[in-house]
């Protein structure tokens, strides 16, 4: 039998579930009222803005997005009917897809991170102090880390990116 979780922890646990959706809900609502964009969306135009020639192989992307492979499938689908992303051929794997940002995808980020960055400061951000926000980022950063499917990124393919994703600061 699983051991309880102690009052303390229990707190902890309820806090962050309710929290966090809450949370992701508000995120999710206003980008999609103010850009027509859902976090999904958002997510993959970042992903890809910030990789190697604006574009991943599909595997690739589905591991950044922690997406199932018919998922991801889907979600480029979606973003492709709506000239945000294009999907490729992988040059060194015909067999292979890559999603691959537009300019109007492009566009689309340019336009949106300003508005959503806002919405992450005012929600989240700006209610934390330095050490707040290095706890959250170290206990979330090791959370991610453990819980990603296993082989996430270990395998290379043809079209994998060489090196990690660049960050930009202005995207949230």
């Not at 206003?30 to 958002?42: E, K, V």
């Not at 591991?63 to 060194?92: D, N």
């Not at 880390?145 to 990690?164: F, V």
């Amino acid at each position: 039998m699983v051991e309880p979780l102690d009052e303390r922890q229990q707190e902890c646990w309820r806090a962050y579930i309710e929290s966090s959706w809450a949370l992701q809900t508000h995120l999710e609502e206003d980008l999609r009222a103010r850009t027509g964009l859902s976090m999904s969306d958002y997510h993959v135009l970042v992903v890809l803005s910030e990789a190697p020639s604006r574009r991943l192989r599909m595997g690739e992307l589905a591991g950044f997005m922690v997406f199932s492979p018919s998922r991801v499938t889907y979600q480029i689908t979606s973003m492709v009917k709506r000239g945000l992303v294009r999907r490729e051929s992988c040059p060194g794997d015909r067999r292979g897809q890559e999603a691959v940002l537009t300019d109007e995808g492009m566009a689309a980020l340019v336009a949106a991170a300003p508005l959503h960055l806002a919405t992450v400061r005012d929600s989240l951000m700006d209610d934390l102090d330095d050490a707040e926000v290095a706890v959250l980022a170290r206990v979330f950063t090791r959370l991610g880390t453990r819980l990603r499917p296993a082989g996430t990124g270990a395998r290379r393919h043809p079209c994998a990116t060489d090196r990690p994703l660049r960050r930009d600061p202005h995207l949230a």
